[in-house]
């Protein structure tokens, strides 16, 4: 009897069990359901010519507060994404409608799947189906349309491109050195009202000191000791210009001294009143400014009258200057305008190389001293890389490829027999012991059997004897799978070898890249080469390697 209620019970348990199992199964399938139906995703064509847009619209139902991410980039491939519309947002009740478009186009025919699209609603991922499009041809009507030879190829003159921008930038900065220089440099200032005053003559400084100390209102303020001070320091600076050139530091008896000394030698025929009034002025302004004397200010002017007169009285006993002094004078003047004209030109040097220093320095410091220097002195290498690349398509199926010129058609001398088994097309630049050298060759192989198999490791073995045959030694070789950007596999051959150098006997470092693609009959490959001393050469090859893609050939 326990034993048939311990199965009983274990009976239930499992029934229960088993019903719990369907009913997550059936709610887990609900939830799956219900995350998937909230998006939807078409295309308002399946049909379009080559060129041609199409909308591909997602439409997500969420609510309020779930973040919903859409497909960015170029996730549409082999379509093309040419245009990311806004999100209209559309409110349902408790839910939002989110409806996001894409414009997507193709510009080679064929039939094309446009891809799952992977969709984030919080932290959900969801994926929308793949779709179907056929890109149709433009029909041409060649009974109206003209048929003609194909153009010979012809060189064409390379666009400025934004050379003139740069050169007018730089004339810019240069204009405004120029005009910097002048304005502080080379520019005539106007004068100072003191640089005035030191051009005139001495007499008429003295003169025009007098009135000034007139203007001044020291005596209304009995600044007798201020005024004193001016009044002597007019008559000193005079007479140490035009008598005696220690007036200024000496003191009043040592200047009288002198001015007799001079009368009595004949050299200025002054006065003895003269004499006597400077030094009766002098050594009453010492009274004031030393033992704080104050005479009244109807002697101050009477003594300010007399210092006038005097510097009169000197003016006249003071000899004509000779032609020599004159003569002397002049060429004083003229040293002095070479020396100051020189002083600017100077100044004007020193700013121009600190600036084009600087200048140097702070591209270095950014750039690095090598490309700078090379920029400056001129590197093929920098030519080719700052220049106008060219994206172009080469040989059938068609290699589409960046390079920094345009690859010329190439005419190998191949056997006789070779060419009845292959069709060859080359393109290329430069060659082996250039600086640096870039090939696209396309061989399409005549009446290949099922049975035979293009060897590609064997072809690019080829290219490497080739290399052989040019002078190329201590080759060295490493190889793996190598992808396009839009998805084409192939075989990549790298590594490095010894060129050799023109007319000597010596040899220099160099790399190469080998690219190598087969489809059915079709050997597709690119051939790169350079000198492993070209800082710059490693960029470019990256730029080609990463812009290479194929295209199969239309049926």
């Known amino acids: 009897m326990k034993f048939e209620n311990a199965a009983l019970t274990i009976r239930n348990a499992l029934a229960m069990s088993l019903r719990s199992s369907v009913l997550l199964t059936c709610a887990f399938f609900l939830l799956t359901f219900s995350a998937f139906s909230q998006v939807k995703a078409t295309i308002d064509s399946t049909s379009i010519k080559i060129g041609e847009q199409i909308t591909y619209r997602i439409q997500v139902e969420t609510d309020t507060t779930t973040?919903?991410?859409?497909?960015?980039?170029?996730?549409?491939?082999?379509l093309e994404v040419i245009e990311s519309?806004?999100?209209d947002t559309l409110k349902n009740n408790d839910t939002y409608n989110l409806v996001k478009k894409y414009g997507l186009t193709q510009f080679d025919s064929g039939g094309y799947t446009i891809p799952r699209q992977k969709i984030i609603i919080g932290t959900k991922t969801v994926f929308t189906d793949s779709l179907k499009v056929e890109v149709n041809n433009v029909i041409v009507d060649t009974t109206k349309q003209g048929l003609y030879d194909i153009k010979p190829i012809i060189?064409?003159?390379?666009s400025p491109g934004k050379f003139w921008k740069y050169l007018l930038i730089t004339l810019l900065i240069l204009a405004i050195i120029a005009f910097l220089i002048y304005w502080f440099v080379w520019r005539k200032k106007p004068l100072s009202e003191a640089e005035q005053i030191a051009l005139l003559?001495?007499?008429?400084?003295a003169k025009l000191a007098l009135k000034k100390l007139d203007e001044s209102h020291y005596l209304e303020h009995s600044e007798l000791k201020s005024y004193y001070s001016e009044l002597t320091g007019i008559i000193r600076k005079y007479l140490d210009e035009k008598v005696y050139d220690h007036s200024m530091e000496s003191t009043t008896d040592e200047l009288i001294s002198r001015l007799r000394l001079l009368k009595e030698g004949n050299q200025i025929d002054l006065s003895q009143d003269t004499i006597k009034n400077i030094e009766s002025i002098?050594?009453?302004?010492?009274l004031v400014k030393f033992a704080k004397s104050a005479p009244d200010t109807a002697l101050a002017e009477l003594d300010r009258n007399t210092i006038d007169a005097e510097i009169?009285?000197?003016?006249?006993v003071l000899p004509e200057a000779s032609e020599e002094e004159k003569?002397?004078?002049?060429?004083?003047?003229?040293e002095q305008a070479r020396k100051k004209k020189r002083k600017k030109i100077i100044i004007t040097i020193i700013i121009s190389v600190f600036l084009l220093f600087a200048t140097f320095i702070g591209f270095s410091i950014k750039y690095g001293f090598t490309y700078v220097k090379d920029t400056l002195i001129g590197h093929e290498s920098i030519e080719l890389l700052k220049g106008d690349w060219v994206t172009s398509e080469y040989g059938f199926p068609p290699v589409t490829i960046s390079t920094p010129k345009v690859l010329k058609r190439m005419n190998p001398e191949l056997p006789a027999e070779l060419l009845q088994q292959v069709d060859i097309t080359m393109f290329g630049y430069g060659s082996l012991i250039d600086r640096f050298n870039v090939v696209v060759g396309t061989s399409k192989f005549k009446n290949l059997?099922?049975?035979?198999?293009?060897d590609l490791q064997q072809v690019i073995d080829g290219n490497l004897k080739t290399f052989e045959a040019a002078g190329a030694q201590n080759i060295i070789t490493l190889n793996e799978k190598f992808v396009t950007p839009n998805g084409a596999e192939g075989l990549k051959v790298h590594g490095t070898l010894e060129i050799a150098i023109p007319n000597t006997d010596k040899f220099e470092k160099g790399s190469y890249t080998i690219l190598g693609f087969t489809a059915e009959n079709v050997v597709q490959q690119i051939v790169l080469s350079w000198r492993t001393s070209d800082v710059y050469a490693d960029e470019i090859v990256e730029r080609i390697l990463n812009s290479v893609e194929l295209k199969k050939a239309e049926e």
């Open 449 to 454: 059997g099922e049975e035979n198999k293009i």
């Open 312 to 316: 009169d009285h000197v003016k006249e």
């Open 155 to 158: 060189e064409v003159k390379k």
């Open 85 to 87: 519309y806004k999100i």
């Open 282 to 286: 002098l050594k009453r302004a010492d």
């Open 67 to 78: 973040l919903v991410v859409f497909p960015e980039g170029q996730t549409f491939k082999p």
């Open 327 to 334: 003569l002397l004078d002049e060429k004083y003047r003229e």
């Open 201 to 205: 003559p001495p007499y008429d400084r």
